[in-house]
Nanobody, 116 residues
């Protein structure tokens, strides 16, 4: 079992920045992939980016160059640095992990609102 707690969401003006955090606890050693997703009102949840235990990180096209995922293994925390935010980035952002068994766990989500 892995527990995830996101923080760092809020209201920001277009062009601004936010950093989201996702603190993991529980069976930390079993985590294989950590990722960020988002869900805007009326839309399906979509992938933002992932980082693997091997250190590789991949992003979807619409955040490339603006968002950065980093991981602090000592703190069992993954971050999502979001720069040059746009109103269309408004969504609930979720942290998710996939463990070695293939099971996935989700955080409760944190709201990000970008005003124009």
């Amino acid at each position: 079992q892995v527990q995830l707690v996101e923080s760092g969401g809020g209201l920001v003006q277009a062009g601004g920045s936010l950093r989201l955090s996702c603190a993991a606890s529980g069976s930390i050693s079993s985590i294989n992939v950590m990722g960020w997703y988002r869900q805007a009102p009326g839309k399906q949840r979509e992938l933002v980016g992932v980082t693997t235990s091997g250190g590789s990180t991949n992003y979807v096209d619409f955040v490339k160059g603006r968002f950065t995922i980093s991981r602090d293994r000592a703190k069992n925390t993954v971050y999502l640095q979001m720069n040059s935010l746009k109103p269309e980035d408004t969504a609930v952002y979720y942290c998710s992990v996939i463990v070695l068994t293939g099971a996935s766990y989700w955080g409760q989500g944190t709201q990000v609102t970008v005003s124009s």
